[in-house]
């Protein structure tokens, strides 16, 4: 029997791409969102950017513009969490009751690693949702002395530059030797580290954070491991993301750091996911994946939508090259497919000294992956010949 | 269909470009050119596209 309702369980990005991708598929059931979020789906790049920096307010951010989203006629539920799941029964619970399910899209998507041991107070923050962002930006518009930020990944990188950007003193802690030297590499990183120092940012690699401590119950300094101490009355954490997996728990679903999916998206029968949730064999690669990008949060959200209206012999196998961006300053990081320590290097355009370059990756003769610092064209264009699957070879002797 | 582009946000990362190269084009100049402001009506699901694979929220579409 055809599908007659889907459920789509995250109202975000993947969730809200899925959901038009079902009407352009004339798909014409009851489609329910639901979404713990009281927010229409919002864009959470800009959190970082452009809304921190107080620049952008929400409006600027919606996902989808509100004349659209209400053609799109769902049964949107927000401010509802689902709470389990029963593949056996097709029982879905939600703080609102339980609910039968013909099909549905896992897109519950990710939230942020607190620091462990480390209990709540006041001026310390995380920063996934718009929330987080309007709190933050409130504690930084009251100017505080100085902001700490834990963890120099992508987020807490851009954080650091926000703050810099608005003036206020910031000291950012990693225990890893460079910033997102574990991603890009210790050279590239290492320039990274060189971009934040320059840009006036007081740099601990090496040393992670032993405790912090609050006067009156809002935190008052960081201490790092080495005994140092900083002075912040702002922190934000920035050390990675968990995936939202556990209302799935005993559900019937495979779950293994994310939603265990086959290479079509399908986690059980009649039950796909997309996302930052979703882990899946992406066969282009070789490699099982969980991708925590804004892209492929779109790309699988089609996917996983489309997936639900196939049967299984016409299921095409999701096969991206995943890409991502990281805007720091005015210097924009881009990445294409996957690079490794081992792989072969060629630096295509460009030169670390200028800071503006574009490096190419291979592995086993392909071109596999392709890291830009302010090249934004040149990844978009090695990326399209990773996917035509073009040699490592010809990559480096193309002229583009 | 009227398609505007603010080049304010947009970093000529050519995604647009790799859906619909007949509307959109950035050069080696690293420069976004709009080689068709007013698509056919016919274009819109795949202008829509461009809207949204836009990372920069660059793209609009006035009706
Ligand atoms: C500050 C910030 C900056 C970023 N910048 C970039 C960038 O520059 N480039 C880039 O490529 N990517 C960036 N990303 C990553 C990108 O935003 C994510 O990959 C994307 O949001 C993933 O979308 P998603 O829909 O899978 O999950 P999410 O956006 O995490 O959405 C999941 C939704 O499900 C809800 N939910 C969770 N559990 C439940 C439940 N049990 N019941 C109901 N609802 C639930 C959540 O509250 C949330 O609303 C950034 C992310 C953040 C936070
Ligand atoms: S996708 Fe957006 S940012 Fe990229 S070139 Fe097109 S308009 Fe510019």
């Known amino acids: 029997m055809a599908t007659q ?22 798909f014409d059931g009851r489609i329910v969102l639901i979404g713990d979020e009281p927010h229409r789906p919002y864009d959470r790049p800009p959190l ?14 919606e996902l989808t513009k509100p004349e659209k989203f209400d053609a799109l006629d769902l049964d949107l539920q927000l401010g509802v969490r689902a709470t389990g799941f029963d593949l056996a029964t097709r029982t879905l619970s939600t703080s609102d009751g339980d609910d039968t399910i013909d ?51 992508f987020i807490g990188a851009e954080v650091a530059a926000t703050c810099r950007g608005r003036g206020l003193d910031v000291t950012m802690i990693d225990p890893m030797p460079t910033p997102l030297g574990r991603v890009l590499g210790e050279e590239i990183g290492s320039l990274m580290a060189d971009v934040h120092v320059e840009h006036g940012v007081d740099l601990r690699t090496g040393v992670g954070v032993d405790r912090l401590e609050a006067n009156d119950g809002h935190v008052a ?16 954490v920035g050390i990675g993301v968990i995936p939202n997996t556990e209302w799935l728990e005993g559900s019937g679903l ?37 991708i925590e990008h804004w892209d492929n949060a779109i790309e699988q959200g089609v996917h996983a939508a489309e997936r639900l209206l196939v049967d299984d012999a ?9 890409w991502f961006w990281s805007d720091q300053y005015d210097r924009k990081l881009q990445m294409a497919g996957r690079i490794g320590s081992s792989d072969d290097i060629h630096l295509a355009t460009g030169s670390f000294e200028e800071r503006r370059f574009a490096q190419l990756h291979g592995r086993n003769g ?28 010809d990559a480096v002797a193309a002229e583009i | 269909m009227k398609i505007v582009v603010d080049f304010d946000l947009c ?52 009706d």
């Open chain 1, 5 to 26: 309702s889907i459920h789509i369980v995250g109202a975000s990005l993947a969730g809200i791409r899925a959901a038009e991708a079902l009407r352009r598929c004339e």
């Open chain 1, 48 to 61: 970082s950017k452009q809304v921190l920096a107080g620049d952008w307010d929400a409006d600027r951010i």
């Open chain 1, 103 to 153: 099909a549905m899209v896992v897109a519950t998507g990710a939230r942020c690693r607190n620091l462990p041991g480390i209990e709540d107070m006041a001026g310390l923050h995380v920063l996934r949702t718009l929330d987080h962002a309007h709190a933050l930006r409130a504690d930084l518009d009251a100017g505080p002395s100085r902001v700490a930020v834990v963890g120099a990944g």
């Open chain 1, 221 to 236: 300094r960081v201490v790092l491991s080495d005994g140092a101490v900083v002075e912040a009355d702002v922190v934000v």
């Open chain 1, 254 to 290: 495979t779950i293994d750091n994310g939603v265990v999916c086959d290479a079509t998206m399908l986690a059980a029968p009649g039950v796909t996911a997309a996302g930052d949730v979703a882990r899946w064999p992406n066969v282009r690669f070789d490699e099982v994946m969980r």
């Open chain 1, 314 to 322: 016409n299921a095409l196998p999701f096969e991206p090259v995943p």
């Open chain 1, 366 to 393: 392909r071109l596999v992956g392709v890291l830009g610092l302010n090249r934004p064209r040149h990844v978009m264009q090695y990326k399209t010949m990773i996917q035509n699957g073009t040699s490592f070879e």
């Open chain 2, 11 to 62: 970093e000529s990362n050519a995604v647009c470009m790799q859906i619909a190269p007949d509307v959109f084009e950035v050069r080696d100049d690293d420069f976004l050119y709009l080689l068709n402001e007013n698509p056919d009506e016919s274009d819109r699901e795949r202008m829509e596209e461009c809207v949204q694979r836009c990372p920069k929220q660059a793209i609009s579409i006035e």
